[in-house]
């Protein structure tokens, strides 16, 4: 099993555009995909406004190929999202 947590930094004046999108349609598109096991969003605190996460589990590094392409270590924004990305980062784990 491998955790992937996806960060990313937003645009803080495209916000109302974005959660609405970052609930359903980032959402959706980790869970539905062969191979998640589980997906969970990571919501903004005073510490760090403009940040969100994405925790996901996989079920091996085939399916997260399979999702993101052949370098799955590499952060991975799909083409109509990246106008909100200031930064972004990822981060896997896996289990024992």
């Known amino acids: 099993m491998i955790t992937r947590i996806y960060r990313v930094q937003i645009k803080p004046e495209l916000r109302a555009e974005f959660e609405p999108l970052f609930?359903?349609?980032?959402?959706?598109?980790?869970?539905?995909?062969?191979?998640c096991?589980?997906?969970?969003?990571?919501?903004?605190?005073?510490?760090?406004?403009?940040?969100?996460?994405?925790?996901?589990?996989?079920?091996?590094?085939?399916?997260?190929?399979?999702?993101?392409g052949e370098d799955w270590t590499r952060p991975h924004i799909p083409d109509d999202m990246e106008r909100f990305v200031e930064k972004c980062w990822v981060h896997h784990f896996s289990s024992l």
């Open 23 to 35: 609930r359903t349609v980032a959402l959706a598109s980790v869970k539905n995909a062969p191979g």
């Open 37 to 68: 096991k589980d997906a969970q969003l990571g919501w903004p605190v005073a510490a760090s406004p403009d940040e969100y996460a994405v925790t996901s589990q996989w079920d091996k590094e085939e399916s997260l190929i399979a999702f993101v």
